[in-house]
DNA sequence: TTGAAAGCGCTAACAG
DNA sequence: CTGTTAGCGCTTTCAA
């Protein structure tokens, strides 16, 4: 039977307000007191019951968050950013994995509505009117998806695409290959807005191949495609797809970059790691983690305050490895 | 403001237990009277307080996981275990990374107790009396370690490791290097004991480096101490540090397998994906989650009915890919 | 500065 | 089968 605030009372000779003062309002009581107090909540290891706490104040103490694919490096790493700052400001987070599936993804955030004060919902599948009634459950942040009414924490994925074309057209490619993204998604629009600007704005031209599975074989069912419209570099919607277009490649004897150039998206640890490291876009994932953590305490703490919800928009940059070059000469096309 | 049962008791005309029993003991109510009372939590929406449930039940119906390291994909991939098991029993989880730190780790373990029915800590650094000493505060499956008294779940390292010992031995390896992980754990102590107990059987002689780090620069940060050994072959304590292994020798121009052998353990997803597939373990990570969650829910139900708790052995298998082969003759050499 | 008392929303005896 | 009652452990007025 864990100890409980009428335990730590008697013993400490004081009433039981007394105790929780002591505890969560340090300044309403007096010094000698408290220190006797808090000495016997040492001693006996006592720890406030949340629950309790939370029946009244309302509060939980915790943070929920959902993205739509933990087997994809790229959440986890938006996952430390979470656990990290919402440990700094006293909270712990709960996670659910949607498996990129909306029906999922709305039951994960009705379960955990009421269990913690607020939730930052990662890449959504949902459409704007069932995001709009999940938000009015509870405190909600959005990670690379918008919603007129709720704060979200952004990164920059229609500058990095074109980041991406103007490396691939300044090295001399005319003709390019996208491997796109599932349909809805934001990440899957601003990435394909950021090609065609550019790709209009340096006149390459650019074959929208898909949508495909955002993952490795989704990449690796894409290159045949690619190759047949003889493309001399193939453009992915991230860097699990990318990893699958390399490695059909090389099953097929391309080389690369000599051949075709591949680039990815997202820098995912393994982009660095694999035979021949990845051209790609950095995305600020850790800090993504943490800037909706902030975004939402300050809701938490601020209420409506704001009167317009807070964007916050974050950096992307291209990082420029081994996968791409400048495309062979018309001698070997 | 939520819609509480009292609500739903008044405009279905029952009292507030009946509403209670309806939801959550359906049988003791009459099929009618279950219907209306079950009509008006819908057209309400009502939920259930969790917090004011839990306050008498006990039960927050929430479990907790620590992993030490959610950017190696293997954790990722027993969260998803775990959490897939634990949603079809009707639970969430709280998920934590410890980043490899046993006072971080007993910490999360500590906020974790009040606030779940049990908690599955994955290969904990903690020594064996503070794990004791935590885990009479909640209830506490291991998943990668053993403790006399608590449950756990093991992934059978030391006969993968053998079977790596075997392969590298029957292709005719006479010396390989094998570049240890971090010292204490237990994954470390089985897989070592795997590996000299196949070394003495097969006649293969074995160079234990390290420890090291159980990254991709760890990993490469043995190489070159394997190297001024003159091995045949590499075995890597995890598959980040194969990948590590792989990409230094690339940097070095030494041709793998043709040169030099390396194995993996772990088997995770980018094994399969990089440059040359990497010969490794499979751990069955997601099966490992689930089995975890079963244990406490079993423990969590029967409490301690069994008197001798159960520990679940899961086989791993030695999964043979590119980068292993005979070695090179003495020619050579 | 401290204590007494009133619940937070729910479940679980115990009656009826 | 259903209602009444008594708390779960804590915070928070309100008085002293």
Not at 248 to 258: F, H, I
Request: charged letters at 20%; hydrophobic letters at 45%.
């Amino acid at each position: 039977m864990p100890v409980t605030i009428r335990d730590v009372a008697r013993q400490a000779r004081v009433s039981v307000s007394t105790v929780s003062r002591a505890i969560s309002a340090p300044d309403l009581v007096r010094a000698d007191t408290r220190e006797r107090v808090l000495e016997v909540v040492r001693g006996l290891g006592y720890q406030p019951n949340p629950a309790a706490r939370s029946l009244i104040t309302g509060r939980t103490g915790n943070l929920g968050i959902v993205v739509p694919d933990l087997g994809n490096p790229f959440f986890p790493s938006i996952l430390l950013g979470v656990q990290a700052r919402a440990r700094e400001a006293g909270n712990s987070v709960f996670f659910c994995d949607s498996g990129q599936d909306g029906v999922t993804e709305e039951e994960l955030i009705r379960t955990m509505a009421r269990q913690v004060d607020g939730v930052v919902v990662c890449a959504s599948e949902l459409d704007d009117g069932r995001l709009a009634e999940l938000a009015s459950l509870t405190t909600m942040v959005l990670v690379n998806r918008a919603l007129p009414g709720l704060p979200s924490v952004m990164m920059d994925s229609a500058s990095g695409m074109a980041a991406v074309v103007g490396h691939l057209a300044a090295l001399g490619h005319r003709r390019c290959a996208y491997l796109g993204g599932p349909g809805r998604s934001w990440s899957t629009q601003a990435r394909r807005r950021g090609l065609r600007e550019a790709a209009a704005r340096t006149g390459l031209s650019v074959l929208e191949l898909g949508p495909f599975e955002p993952t490795f074989r989704g990449g690796a069912q894409g290159v045949e495609q690619a190759l047949a419209a003889g493309v001399t570099a193939v453009v992915a919607y991230n860097d699990l797809m990318a990893l699958g277009v390399l490695n059909r490649l090389q099953q097929l004897d391309v080389a690369v970059p000599e051949r075709i150039s591949v680039t990815g998206f997202d820098d995912i640890l393994y982009a660095a790691m694999c035979g021949r490291p990845l051209t790609t876009v950095t995305m600020p994932a850790e800090e993504a983690g943490r800037a909706a953590v902030e975004l939402l305490l300050d809701q938490l703490d601020n209420g409506a305050t704001a009167a317009v919800p807070k964007l916050k928009e974050l950096p992307t940059s291209l990082v420029i490895r081994a996968t791409t070059a400048a495309p062979a000469g018309p001698t070997i096309s």
